[in-house]
């Protein structure tokens, strides 16, 4: 982090499974020492989206934390994904006083074990009480987080967030206001919407997070200065060109690696599956297995990788890889 501020290619990583569906600290490990190979990664993310952190259950969360943590500690930052246990089901939204307490819990632990940050989501699986706004909840809900860490807090608002529990302009000031609320992940493509959130917190210390790596350019243009996205698991080191160019005024080369990441992000059929099998060969044995979506009506499992997938995208990562070497 720089000046305490999250910055650079923020790695939102895989969660690694035993084919019984439970974690495999193990393999995760193997993991996170691939990734850091890369030297590319500033920040690893730990129950992100990618990583299936709609699948995990109340002792998942404290695994993969103690197992993280202590991994990596000394070695560089981690965050950890700390919102209470939902599965996104619309339908069926948890006990918002049982959510919080865990979110509450998993920031207090998270922060004993060493992290260096935690995630949270908007809260959209608590329903405003009688007489409260979303945007109501959003404010009592991470200032009861922030009251329960010294932790960096970062707000993720992921693909397909509800539409009234999406930050505005005059919501992300006043979050920027509460203690210890330090950025957003904004995953979006949608430019007019990221750079209007990011110039309302420009006077704050606070980061705009492209959760988007397909738009990481436009992003800088707007004020991000990190980037979480699949890429920053499979090919940090290309969005770290981005940055690294643009920071230059390189604008013609920061747009040439953009170009690279997009096609990346568009050739690939389940990035989770192929990344785990690629590492394999690499010499970080792991399953590829992934948790099965079943118990949410609005979220499906990836459609699993082929041979064929597989292969067929190898050699474009490879080549756009070797554009990039230092």
Same mark, same amino acid.
């Given at each position: 982090?720089? !000046?305490? /501020? ?79 246990? &939902? !599965? ?41 009480? *009688? ?20 932790? +960096? ?17 005059? /919501? ?6 509460? +203690? ?39 992003? /800088? ?30 604008? =013609? ?9 997009? %096609? %990346?992000?568009?050739?690939? =059929?389940?990035?989770? *599956? ?6 394999? *060969? ?5 399953? +590829? ?6 118990? !949410?009506?609005? &979220? ?16 474009? /990562?490879? =080549? ?7």
């Amino acid at each position: 982090m720089m !000046n305490g /501020l999250a910055h650079g290619v923020i790695a939102p990583v895989f969660t690694v499974f035993h084919d019984d569906g439970a974690l495999d600290d193990k393999g995760q490990c193997h993991l996170l020492d691939a990734l850091m190979e890369t030297k590319s990664i500033t920040a690893y993310f730990l129950r992100s989206g990618l990583g299936q952190m709609y699948t995990f259950s109340y002792e998942d969360v404290v695994q993969i934390t103690k197992n993280a943590c202590a991994h990596l500690a000394g070695k560089a930052p981690v965050y950890i994904g700390a919102a209470g246990i &939902w !599965n996104r089901n619309w339908d069926r939204r948890p006990d918002p006083e049982v959510y919080t307490r865990q979110a509450v819990a998993f920031s207090k632990l998270a922060e004993d074990e060493g992290a260096s940050a935690v995630v949270h989501t908007m809260p959209e699986a608590i329903l405003p009480r *009688e007489g409260q706004t979303p945007e109501d909840v959003s404010i009592e809900y991470f200032e009861r987080i922030s009251n329960a860490t010294k932790l +960096p807090i970062y707000l993720y608002q992921p693909p397909g967030t509800e539409q009234r529990f999406r930050v505005t302009p005059d /919501l992300v000031r006043r979050l920027a206001d509460v +203690p210890r609320v330090k950025g957003l992940k904004l995953s979006t493509t949608d430019a007019e919407y990221f750079f209007n959130v990011t110039w309302a917190i420009q006077d704050k210390e606070f980061v705009s997070i492209s959760g988007a790596e397909t738009a990481f350019y436009p992003a /800088l243009c707007c004020g991000a200065k990190a980037v979480i996205g699949q890429g920053a698991c499979i090919s940090p080191r290309v969005l770290k060109t981005i940055q690294e160019r643009f920071d230059r005024g390189d604008y =013609a080369g920061a747009m040439e690696a953009q170009r690279s990441a997009n %096609l %990346l992000v568009e050739r690939i =059929a389940n990035a989770v *599956e192929f990344f785990k099998r690629y590492l394999n *060969e690499k010499g970080y044995p792991m399953s +590829p297995f992934t948790r099965p979506v079943t118990d !949410n009506p609005y &979220w499906k499992s990836a459609h699993p990788l082929t041979d064929d997938d597989y292969h067929a995208y190898k050699p474009i /990562l490879e =080549a756009e890889l070797a554009r990039y070497v230092d």
